[in-house]
């Protein structure tokens, strides 16, 4: 079983849909939460950090993470086609200086006119 | 203020040739990634440094060789080139513990 867990698409929505992006994960160790975004022949951007469980929210996009059941999600409000990327999870655990993060496969998504 | 900058941007080897991919960053980073990118396979940490003179194997070391000697420059060298090595490399960098990696642009590489 593979640490993180990704649906890789294609997603295909609407301009104006609001869209749902979900990851997986086994290692209960994982305490941050990132969501990347990437989109064609450019290197991943940070999009949303979090610590701790619950939602957080940074203007159309919210962050939800669930310890509890080892599930994190992306919701893109209101979607444009400017968000067509494709958008990685990632997650590390606090605990010696390497920092590692572990990265899901990448959902890609296009949102269309 | 450029971020983490990684040369060249495409490059094609014949198997067996050698070559160094060039990262450095701007930003007084201590810590510094290479991954590499292959589709459906998401991002597979190669090495990783904390601090100039510091370098460890990440998942997939075998066939690159990495230095640091100084803050700011991270280079990747390839030895003798195979086509698995076909990929697509990014070279990222981090301030603090627990904060986010910033990414450079990628190196696509090609082995021939």
């Known amino acids: 079983q593979k640490e993180v867990e990704q649906d890789p698409g294609p997603l295909s929505v609407p301009e104006g849909a609001i869209v749902s992006l979900n990851c997986t994960y086994s290692?209960?160790?994982?305490?941050?939460f990132m969501w990347y975004r990437q989109y064609s022949r450019k290197g991943p951007e940070l999009l949303m950090y979090t610590y701790s469980s619950g939602n957080k929210e940074d203007g159309r996009f919210t962050a939800q993470v669930d310890k509890s059941s080892k599930y994190i999600s992306l919701f893109i409000r209101d979607s444009q086609p400017s968000d067509s990327a494709t958008y990685l999870c990632?997650?590390?655990?606090?605990?010696?200086?390497?920092?590692?993060?572990?990265f899901g496969t990448g959902t890609l998504l296009a949102v269309q006119p | 203020n450029a971020g983490v900058t990684q040369t060249p941007k495409f490059r094609i080897l014949k198997i067996g040739q050698s070559m160094t991919l060039q990262c450095t960053q701007d930003?007084?980073?201590?810590?510094m990634y290479w991954y590499r990118q292959d589709p459906g396979m998401g991002l597979k940490l190669i090495y990783y440094s904390v601090g100039a003179g510091i370098t460890d194997k990440g998942e997939v070391p075998n066939g690159y060789n990495v230095s640091r000697s100084t803050t700011e420059d991270f280079p990747l060298r390839l030895e003798l080139a195979a086509p698995s090595q076909t990929s697509v490399y990014f070279c990222a960098s981090m301030d603090r513990y627990n904060q986010p990696q910033h990414f450079g642009d990628g190196t696509r590489l090609s082995i021939l």
């Open positions: 990632a997650m590390g655990n606090y605990g010696g200086a390497t920092n590692k993060l572990i």
């Open positions: 930003m007084n980073h201590n810590y």
């Open positions: 290692n209960s160790a994982f305490q941050y």
